[in-house]
Each structure stands twice: as structure tokens, then as C-alpha cells.
């Protein structure tokens, strides 16, 4: 930091790294001040991928909407169906059959699962190193031929329904999942081996990029991230929703506020998510997964309503105001990655390139969800 | 016609160095793939050829009829200088040496010296091409390049410094030589001489993988952070010698490993000796500089200078004082 | 000073692991498919373009022309039209267009198909240059597929 507060005299330079760059993932834009090495000013600059979600909800019904939901956070699609569902049956009163919520539950950590190795991998492939990337993949392909057996889709998948699903699970998802869930048991030691006990990555990852709880808090930061700060936040525990209080899960929290403890939360989420869906698939009653009478069209009546799910990367809540017509009159979205975003150009300020991009990388963006 | 003499040994060595290097880059980029491939359990090239092996021949194919694109804004001179400021110190050190006892360009009293100085140069270009591309990640990579060369080049003299204690000689064949016999008698199992001697050929490759810009050490090109560093702007056939006089630098520190720490073309047994001794070993190295890339994440900057300066620098000095001590013991008595 | 060593220790040990667990990978067989010479089989639920069903007994289309597709569309890709023959109750299809670069692959349409005259192809090597390639004329090709 000193090296930084005495050339402040210098001359500084600009880099524009992005909006295509290896290592944005995307089309993030950051305008970075340098000196030399070292990050004078980030200043991310973003847009290039806003699609007007927002103002799409307004123009369709509510049942319109849903595949966009799967189109924000391409990566935990089925977290965003999920909180789009429950908002909208919150407005509209549709209880939800016990079977469904299991499946929603099942499938909503799978998709987390699969998500967190997309990020492993591509956090790893940030530092330099491509190999950890394609084992994920590899484990995350098996996923998602799962999901695709299922879903029907790989990637933005708009499978659940107001009141349900999409389509009930079969005998196959069921030992497929166990199967999965035992195979990357057995495939968890061999990523820690190879990435998280690394003496290179261990030396560039400890102590680099602190955000503190503060800094979380100023900005609103969710999920990973204030977990890594040390903040014990998680909404399936703290505003339980669908059938999350029935299980028993552990909210992993690492209080080293760098870039390690963002990985190891990660990496323990795995786990975590290993074990709700194995406890869910115990629990898992028959049942139909849809109620017995949905309103072919919904229009929930007029008022304000708010929902919250824990997505991949934090909160992700939905606020919608109703007129009672078949449309929604305003559907505010709140994606954590903006928020985690937003942190950044205070957390990057004096670090030297290469532990800014790494600091980046342990935010775990996904751009579309910033624009939305 | 006499080989050996004067001019036409010059000319034949000259070539088929040339040669040697052209095919060894070629098929290295090969080796790379296809053992990346392997590694992340795909198969890597396989369309061109059998098993992909008419590939180099291809890329080849495909960076040359390429348009040798000079950006507007960079250094003309510089910006066309750079690659082969790479390649041409590689194939230059290659003249030394020494495939087999016979096999070799020119036996030079100094070649490992000569090898030294040309390796510097190769730097050079690095820095050149940063310089001349006027891209700013180019001018970051180049700056790297140069602190890092600097900061390895250390270690690394040093722990020559020590064999070349034991060999009194700079000539690389003579080197050889004095390895003759079963392998203990290999510079890297001569514990009689330092009990350090096996780590001190790790700390040479270690240096080795930093002086050629390898992964972990590939601060310079970082393509995570830093685009393709010094090589941004580089199109076609520039990118092409930059690539060549990469994997000749390679070649030629594990070449030289091989010589000062592994008996170069000594059998191990002590029998039947040559070149193909040399080779076998010599693509060991290699290919485990292959396997390094593919299995680590990217070292941090001040990561890599403290390596140097605090566990490898510390070591090759402590190496060096163990083998004269050694060796001044064996003259007392 | 003991620390140190100890982080030179266990940091060599790890990069052997690493180097370890890269070999041992390095020499089991591949998992890619080598996709245009192999293709996946999609499962049954696979949602691709959406395509008419065949009435078996009429051997048409069983569209009953309600337009319900093309009102739960939220991306409006889907035409229906359809007119009433001399003496029949029944609308019959006549047109079905679905454009296909708009499409999201929702599955409304499906849903909200009450005689079931829509599912999912199984079709998914769609690419071409054209953007009139992806206009389908759902009809024409159900028509060819008898």
C-alpha cells in the first residue's frame, strides 16, 4: 500500500481491460487506472449485455416471465425460477404441493453444485492453471445430463411452474442423483489435492483481496462473499423458504475475508448442497406436483410483494407490485452480483494486477445477471 | 568429401541444427496438445494425419500464408526485429551442443558460457517486442520478462558455478565425459561431492522453466491477465518465430540439464552410449516440462521473486560452499 | 526458521500430489465424444423446436387452431391460421409458422396446447448462415415427415 501512497505523483496509465478479455468472463468492462503494476483506480463499466428484463416483465403475464428468470444468472438458473415462483405464488396464494418444493429443492442444489464448478474451474483457469477446469467440467457435464433428463434443457432451464413443476422426477433422476452425489464425493478429495492444497495457489490466493464485513455491509455484498467476510448470512436460513427448514444443513463461514476463504465457502457449499439433496431425496414424498386447481390466468391481487432465495452468488430477491391485471404492473430484481460488483473498486485499489483479476475471479461474476 | 571439414561441417551443422530446431518446435506444439489433451482426458488433435501428427504441419502452413500484419502506431524496426531476436541466440546455442561425442556443431572450449550469453539475448527480444508493440499489456509482459530473467539467472549461474567447480571445464563435451560409467556417476547422484546435488538440479529446472517464460512462470505471457503479453500484436508468421524460439529455448535448457546434471548421451549403464542417450533424456525433461504447465496454477509476481531470492538463491549458495568444501577437504587429505 | 522448512516441505509434497494426480488421469481413457463423428442421443424430454403431432387416426395435424400457442408465447415466434371447409364445424390448419430466432424454448406453447398437437424434435445440429433458415413452416414439415 505505501508503494502505492507515494506515487500517487506518478504518472498513471489507463488499461481498459474488456469488455473482451480472458478473464472478464463476458462482457464486463473495467477501466483500470494503473501505476506500473499496481491499481490506481477500477472503475467497472457495464451495459453491454442489459437486456431490459425489467421492463420485459411489464409487457408480458406473469407466466411470460418466467423463462427470462433463467436467463439472468445463466449459471443457477433454477435459483431464479425458484424466486420468481415463490414471489409470484406469495402474490397470487397458491400453495405449493409438499413433493414439488422436494424436487425444487433437489434440483435448485444441483444446479448450485453445478454452478460452483463452472466457478472452480474458471477461477482456477484465472490463475493459470487449465486442467482443474476441464475435471469440473467433466463432473459438471454428468450434472447436467442429469438435469437434462429432467428439465429437458442444459443451461437455462424454466422448469419450475406457479404451484409446481414443469414435469415430475422419475426412479432414474433419483438413483442418478445418488450416483452423482457419490462419484463427486469421491472426486472432491482429488480437486483438493490438485487446487486447494497447492502451494502456488495457497500463496495466491491467502491473504489476498480482503473485503472486509464492513466493506460487505457498505455495499451490500451477499452470499459467498460475506460468508468469506465472516457474516453468517444465508437465506434458506435466516428467511427460511420452501422446505429448507426441514433440512439440516450447515452455513459454511470462513472469517479470513480473502480470497481463500471466498473459495473454501465455495468449496464447502458442495458439500453442503451434497447433503441437502441426499437428505431431500430420503424425504421425498409421493404426491402430485402440482395443485389441483391453478388459475389458467394469474392475477394476483393488488398489493406489494417481496421474495428472497439464496442463489450461487447471494441474494437474489424479487420485489413485484400487482394491479390485480394479468400482467405485472412493476417487478423490481435485485442480483447479487451487482452488489458484489460494486465492491470492487474500493477492494482493487492498490493491488497489483494480477491479485485484482484474482480478487475478480472470487466474486464470481456472472455478467448477464449484472445487466440484466 | 570429407564431413568434418572445415567449411562443410560448418554448413552441414548449420543446417541441420536449423533443422533440428524447426521440427523440435513443430512437434513439440504437438507433444504440448496432445499431452494437454490427454491430461484433461480429451484427445487433442487427431483430424490432420494419424494421430494428429501432420498437425504442425498445418499450423505451419496456416501462420505462414498469413499476412504479416505490422499495426499501425508500433516500432517498425523493432516490431519486425523482436522474433527473431528469439529465435536466432536459440538456434545459435544449439551449435554447442553436444548430441553425442562426436555429434556436435562446434566443441568449444566455452560453450557453456556461449550458451549463457545467448540465452540473455533472448530476453532481450522479449523485452523488444513488448516494447515496439506500444500495447500496454505488451509493455507489462516485457517488464516482467526482464525482472524475472534477472532474478533467475542468479540461482541458476550459480548452481553451474558448482559443477563447473567439479569439471574445470566450460567445454559441455568434456562435461559429458567426466560422467562416464554407471549412473551414480551422473553430476545429480554425486552426493560425495554436495549432499545437495539432487536439489540443486531441481533448483536448475526450476530456474530453467523461469528463463524460458513456462508455466508456472509464465508471468510474461499470463493470458489471464495480460491477453498474450508480449505477443498481442503479434500476427502470422512473427507469432510463428516467437513460438519457435520458444520451444527452442526449451529444448535447449532441458538440453543442458541433461548435459550438466544427467550424463548427457552416457548410458546409464555404461554401455552403448550416444546420441539416442541423449534424446531419450533429453525428451524426459521435456516432457515434464510439459506436465508442469498442465497440472499448476499460474505463480504470482512478488510469489516468484520471493522463491528466488529466499529458497532457491539460499540454496545454490549453500550448494556451491558444500562443494568446495568438498573439495578443498579432498586436497587437504 | 522450522517454518520455512516446513513450507518447503509440504509445498514440494503438494506439487508432487498435483503432478501425481495429473499423470494418473494422464493414462485413463478419454471422456469426450468426438461430436461430428458421434452424436448424443437426447433424452426424451429434450426440448428443442417445437414441432406438430400426428393425429394417427386422421393422419393431420391435431392442431384445432385455438391460438393458445401463440397467445402463451412470451417471445410472439409462433402464426397459426387456420379457416373452416365448406360444411365443417372444425377450423383446419392451415398455416403454422414458428420463428425460430426469436424462440426461447420455453415449452408454453406445449403447455398451453390442450389437444396436445405440439411436443418437442429432437433436433438439435441447427445452424446456418441464413436467418430464413430458421423460419420454419411447422405444417410443411409434418407433411414431409408422413
Known amino acids: 500500500m505505501s508503494v502505492f501512497a507515494e506515487s500517487q505523483t506518478q504518472e498513471t496509465f489507463v488499461v481498459n481491460l474488456g469488455p473482451q478479455h480472458p478473464a472478464t468472463h463476458g462482457v464486463l468492462r473495467v477501466k483500470l487506472t494503473m501505476d506500473g503494476e499496481y491499481i490506481d483506480r477500477a472503475e467497472p463499466i457495464l451495459g453491454y449485455i442489459h437486456r431490459m428484463h425489467e421492463k420485459n416483465a411489464e409487457v408480458g403475464t406473469w407466466a411470460q416471465f418466467m423463462p427470462n428468470t433463467g436467463r439472468m444468472d445463466y449459471l443457477h438458473a433454477l435459483a431464479y425460477n425458484f424466486g420468481y415462483s415463490i414471489a409470484v405464488e406469495r402474490a397470487a396464494g397458491i400453495e405449493v404441493p409438499e413433493r414439488a418444493e422436494y424436487i425444487r429443492v433437489i434440483t435448485c442444489e444441483l444446479n448450485r453444485i453445478s454452478s460452483h464448478l463452472l466457478w472452480f474451474g474458471a477461477f482456477v483457469l484465472d490463475l493459470g492453471g487449465f486442467t482443474p477446469l476441464l475435471y469440473a467440467f467433466d463432473d459438471r457435464e454428468q450434472l447436467l445430463d442429469l438435469l437434462e433428463t429432467v428439465t429437458g434443457s442444459r443451461l437455462t432451464y424454466c422448469y419450475y411452474r406457479f404451484g409446481g413443476l414443469y414435469n415430475d422426477i422419475d426412479e432414474n433422476f433419483v438413483d442418478g442423483s445418488r450416483a452423482f452425489i457419490k462419484r463427486l464425493r469421491s472426486r472432491m478429495p482429488m480437486y483438493h489435492n490438485l487446487v486447494t492444497k497447492n502451494i502456488i495457489l495457497m500463496k495466491r490466493l491467502i491473504d489476498i483481496g480482503p473485503i472486509s464485513a464492513e466493506m460487505c455491509r457498505k455495499y451490500g455484498a451477499t452470499g459467498p462473499v460475506l460468508r468469506g467476510s465472516g457474516i453468517n448470512f444465508d437465506v434458506r436460513k435466516n428467511e427460511p423458504y420452501s422446505v429448507y427448514p426441514e433440512l439440516d444443513f450447515d452455513v459454511p463461514v470462513y472469517s479470513e475475508c480473502d480470497c481463500m476463504a471466498r473459495y473454501m465457502v465455495r468449496m464447502d457449499e458442495i458439500d453442503q448442497s451434497m447433503r441437502i439433496i441426499e437428505q431431500a431425496l430420503d424425504k421425498l414424498p409421493d404426491g402430485p406436483i402440482k395443485p389441483e386447481k391453478v388459475p389458467k390466468l394469474i392475477k394476483p391481487p393488488k398489493g406489494d410483494y417481496y421474495a428472497a432465495v439464496e442463489a450461487a452468488r447471494g441474494t437474489f430477491s424479487i420485489r413485484l407490485v400487482s394491479d390485480g391485471t394479468n400482467k405485472p404492473y412493476r417487478l423490481k430484481l435485485r442480483s447479487p452480483t451487482f452488489s458484489n460488483l460494486s465492491l470492487y473498486e474500493e477492494a482493487s485499489k492498490g493491488m497489483l494486477l494480477a491479485d485484482a483479476l484474482a480478487l475478480m475471479g472470487s466474486l464470481d461474476l456472472v455478467i448477464p445477471e449484472i445487466d440484466r | 568429401m570429407n564431413l568434418q571439414s572445415e567449411p562443410v561441417w560448418l554448413l552441414v551443422s548449420l543446417v541441420a541444427v536449423i533443422a533440428f530446431a524447426a521440427l523440435n518446435a513443430a512437434y513439440l506444439v504437438w507433444v504440448e496438445r496432445k499431452g494437454a489433451g490427454h491430461i484433461q482426458r480429451r484427445i487433442g488433435p487427431k483430424e490432420v494425419g494419424p494421430f494428429g501428427l501432420l498437425q504442425p504441419l498445418a499450423d505451419g502452413a496456416k501462420l505462414m500464408s498469413k499476412q504479416l500484419l505490422v499495426p499501425k502506431g508500433v516500432d517498425p524496426v523493432l516490431f519486425k526485429v523482436a522474433p527473431i531476436l528469439v529465435l536466432v541466440p536459440a538456434i545459435m546455442s544449439f551449435v554447442t551442443i553436444p548430441f553425442s561425442e562426436t555429434l556436435v556443431g562446434r566443441d568449444i572450449n566455452l560453450g557453456l558460457l556461449m550458451i549463457f550469453a545467448f540465452a540473455s539475448v533472448n530476453v532481450l527480444g522479449i523485452l523488444i517486442g513488448g516494447w515496439g508493440s506500444r500495447n500496454k499489456y505488451a509493455v507489462i509482459s516485457a517488464v516482467r520478462a526482464v525482472s524475472q530473467n534477472i532474478a533467475y539467472e542468479v540461482p541458476m549461474l550459480v548452481i553451474v558455478l558448482s559443477i563447473v567447480m567439479v569439471s574445470h571445464t566450460l567445454n559441455l563435451n568434456e562435461i559429458v565425459r567426466q560422467q562416464a560409467g554407471f549412473f551414480w556417476h551422473w553430476n545429480i547422484f554425486r552426493l560425495d561431492l554436495s549432499l545437495l546435488m539432487p536439489v540443486s538440479f531441481l533448483v536448475f529446472f526450476v530456474c530453467m522453466l523461469a528463463e524460458t517464460n513456462r508455466a508456472p512462470f509464465d508471468m510474461a505471457e499470463a493470458e489471464s491477465e495480460l491477453i498474450a503479453g508480449a505477443f498481442t500484436e503479434y500476427s502470422g508468421m512473427g507469432f510463428g518465430v516467437f513460438f519457435m524460439g520458444e520451444y527452442a529455448n526449451i529444448v535447449i535448457g532441458c538440453a543442458l540439464a541433461v548435459i550438466l546434471f544427467l550424463g548427457g548421451w552416457q548410458c546409464p549403464f555404461g554401455v552403448a552410449s550416444g546420441w539416442w542417450w541423449f534424446l531419450i533424456k533429453l525428451y524426459a525433461l521435456i516432457w515434464s516440462v510439459v506436465w508442469i504447465r498442465w497440472t499448476y496454477p499460474r505463480t504470482q509476481f512478488y510469489g516468484l521473486l520471493n522463491l528466488s531470492w529466499k529458497i532457491l538463491i539460499p540454496i545454490a549458495f549453500v550448494n556451491l560452499i558444500l562443494t568446495s568444501a568438498q573439495m578443498k577437504l579432498d586436497n587437504l587429505f | ?146
Open chain 3, 1 to 146: 526458521m522450522s517454518g520455512y522448512f516446513k513450507e518447503l516441505i509440504s509445498g514440494t509434497y503438494s506439487l508432487a500430489v498435483g503432478l501425481g494426480i495429473t499423470i494418473k488421469y494422464f493414462t485413463q481413457p478419454v471422456v469426450t465424444m468426438q461430436y461430428p463423428m458421434e452424436h448424443v442421443k437426447m433424452t426424451p424430454r429434450y426440448r428443442g423446436h417445437i414441432e406438430l403431432v400426428r393425429d394417427e387416426e386422421t393422419g393431420a395435424s391435431k392442431c384445432i387452431v385455438c391460438g393458445m400457442c401463440q397467445k402463451s408465447c412470451p417471445s410472439g415466434c409462433i402464426t397459426v391460421a387456420g379457416k373452416k371447409p365448406e360444411g365443417s364445424k372444425k377450423k383446419v390448419l392451415t398455416t403454422y409458422r414458428l420463428d425460430f430466432t426469436k424462440c426461447s424454448l420455453c415449452g408454453l406453447c406445449v403447455e398451453s396446447c390442450k389437444p396436445g398437437a405440439l411436443d418437442f424434435s429432437k433436433d438439435y445440429n441447427l445452424a446456418s448462415p441464413r436467418k430464413e433458415d430458421y423460419i420454419f413452416d411447422l405444417l410443411k414439415r409434418l407433411e414431409e415427415k408422413s
